[in-house]
């Protein structure tokens, strides 16, 4: 049986982000940022992403590639401001802490994600509360306002886009809206996927989205991530805490900007170089998963449950799918595994078992006892690769 290539995410290098690169090599500048800024300056700060990119003699906003990357997301999802960050990450960190809200403050969070969701909310001193997900593996909007209407601490909503799915983001954002508690997204896996049914792209519904470029992502440099807004307080807290935020002795402070103390969380212009290629590839790179995609659940949908309610994602990161009979999960990894196919199963810990809140959730249970996901469908896989995949799949079935 042919050998897969899948087992290690790859990122496709083409001759522009070589170009880009080399450029960034022959400036000899390798990053642009200053950690200070003159008071004539301060304005700079609430700029808009498009109105940085002719601001020369001050670096605080750091050099051409950051803000040029920085600029074309911004156009891409018609958003005022992205600040770029060295990790997805440092801009949830960021994020949170730009809310200003009170130390040890309650923030809502999906009980399924990546663990870095929960850990930036505990990072920025802040507690998160597991929400259950429903079928859609997103958070159950049913769920977070049985959780409001019983505990008024709920002081925000960090809402995840889990596998790029934009199910119950709309409906998430009225709840938060009424009830006047702010909303911040993790599109960490669904960067520049389009809302289903809508031209809007997900992370620009919450206060602050966010999206990823780390090794496994749709568009990827390896590491890093973009914050976008249209508060132009967000963007300016979120630009000082990236930077050290050696900059507010000389800016006129406002209760409106919130900052951490500040951190190096500033990307390289090598990073933004490739990030710039990436986006500019989109339609190269997005293509890709949406064939592979659509290839998987072909030919896999007579064989597991692949739920009704979740249709592709613009931009697809993963598949996700699960079996009927909870005994038969580990048996489908075990024999995956062994045929050199990597099936994830499932985090060892959970986030809500990992943050202190044990009592079950029956969506997130349910999701570590049925559902299996699949990573593969990037660069350099093809049909081929997915034909592979998918005959492991069937014959794990009868062992």
């Given at each position: 049986?042919?050998?897969i290539?899948?087992?290690?995410?790859l990122t496709?290098?083409?001759?522009?982000?070589k170009?880009?690169?080399?450029?960034v090599l022959s400036s000899?500048?390798?990053t642009?940022?200053?950690?200070t800024?003159n008071?004539k300056?301060?304005?700079?700060l609430f700029n808009?992403?498009?109105?940085?990119?002719?601001?020369?003699?001050n670096?605080y906003?750091?050099?051409?590639?950051?803000r040029r990357?920085?600029?074309l997301i911004?156009?891409?999802?018609?958003?005022d401001?992205?600040?770029?960050h060295n990790s997805?990450?440092s801009c949830?960190?960021s994020?949170?802490?730009a809310?200003?809200?009170?130390?040890?403050?309650?923030?809502?969070?999906?009980?399924?994600s990546?663990?870095?969701t929960?850990a930036s909310?505990?990072?920025a001193?802040?507690?998160?509360?597991?929400?259950?997900?429903?079928e859609?593996?997103?958070m159950s909007?049913?769920a977070?306002?049985q959780?409001?209407?019983?505990?008024?601490s709920?002081?925000?909503?960090?809402f995840?886009?889990?596998a790029?799915?934009?199910?119950n983001l709309?409906?998430?954002k009225?709840?938060?809206t009424?009830?006047?508690i702010?909303?911040?997204?993790?599109?960490?896996?669904?960067?520049?996927?389009?809302?289903?049914?809508t031209?809007?792209?997900?992370?620009?519904?919450g206060?602050?989205?966010?999206?990823?470029?780390n090794?496994?992502?749709t568009?990827s440099?390896?590491?890093g991530?973009?914050?976008?807004?249209n508060?132009?307080f967000?963007?300016?807290s979120?630009r000082?805490?990236?930077?050290h935020?050696?900059?507010y002795?000389v800016i006129?402070?406002?209760?409106?900007l919130n900052?951490?103390?500040?951190?190096n969380?500033?990307?390289?212009e090598?990073?933004?170089a490739?990030?710039?290629?990436?986006?500019?590839?989109?339609?190269?790179?997005?293509?890709i998963?949406?064939?592979?995609?659509k290839?998987l659940?072909?030919k896999?949908k007579?064989h597991f449950?692949?739920?009704?309610?979740v249709?592709?994602?613009?931009?697809?990161?993963?598949?996700?799918f699960s079996?009927?009979?909870p005994?038969?999960k580990?048996?489908?990894?075990?024999?995956?595994?062994?045929?050199?196919?990597s099936?994830f199963g499932?985090y060892?810990v959970?986030h809500?078992?990992l943050?202190?809140?044990?009592?079950l959730?029956?969506?997130?249970e349910?999701?570590?006892?049925?559902?299996l996901?699949?990573y593969q469908?990037g660069?350099p896989?093809?049909?081929n690769?997915?034909q592979?995949?998918?005959?492991?799949l069937?014959n794990?079935?009868?062992?």
């Amino acid at each position: 049986m042919k050998k897969i290539r899948s087992n290690k995410s790859l990122t496709w290098i083409s001759d522009t982000e070589k170009k880009y690169i080399n450029d960034v090599l022959s400036s000899g500048e390798l990053t642009n940022f200053t950690g200070t800024l003159n008071t004539k300056d301060e304005n700079i700060l609430f700029n808009k992403s498009k109105d940085i990119l002719s601001i020369r003699g001050n670096s605080y906003l750091g050099g051409d590639y950051v803000r040029r990357a920085e600029d074309l997301i911004s156009k891409l999802v018609s958003i005022d401001y992205a600040v770029m960050h060295n990790s997805a990450t440092s801009c949830l960190f960021s994020a949170i802490t730009a809310l200003g809200l009170e130390k040890n403050s309650n923030i809502a969070v999906s009980g399924i994600s990546f663990s870095a969701t929960a850990a930036s909310i505990v990072a920025a001193g802040m507690k998160p509360v597991m929400i259950d997900v429903d079928e859609t593996l997103n958070m159950s909007p049913i769920a977070l306002q049985q959780i409001i209407e019983t505990d008024k601490s709920i002081k925000a909503v960090l809402f995840v886009e889990w596998a790029g799915r934009s199910n119950n983001l709309l409906k998430i954002k009225e709840i938060c809206t009424f009830e006047g508690i702010p909303m911040i997204e993790d599109s960490s896996q669904a960067v520049l996927s389009k809302i289903d049914g809508t031209n809007t792209f997900c992370g620009c519904v919450g206060d602050i989205g966010i999206f990823s470029l780390n090794g496994p992502k749709t568009f990827s440099i390896g590491e890093g991530g973009f914050s976008v807004t249209n508060n132009k307080f967000f963007a300016a807290s979120m630009r000082l805490t990236r930077n050290h935020a050696e900059a507010y002795k000389v800016i006129t402070r406002s209760p409106e900007l919130n900052f951490a103390d500040g951190f190096n969380f500033r990307p390289t212009e090598i990073s933004a170089a490739i990030a710039l290629a990436q986006l500019e590839r989109r339609d190269q790179l997005k293509a890709i998963r949406q064939l592979n995609y659509k290839y998987l659940f072909d030919k896999l949908k007579d064989h597991f449950v692949i739920e009704d309610s979740v249709k592709m994602p613009d931009s697809p990161y993963s598949f996700v799918f699960s079996v009927k009979d909870p005994s038969l999960k580990h048996e489908v990894i075990n024999f995956a595994q062994r045929n050199d196919i990597s099936i994830f199963g499932g985090y060892p810990v959970e986030h809500w078992e990992l943050y202190n809140q044990t009592e079950l959730l029956s969506g997130c249970e349910k999701y570590r006892l049925n559902y299996l996901t699949i990573y593969q469908i990037g660069y350099p896989n093809n049909s081929n690769d997915m034909q592979t995949i998918v005959n492991i799949l069937i014959n794990s079935l009868n062992f």
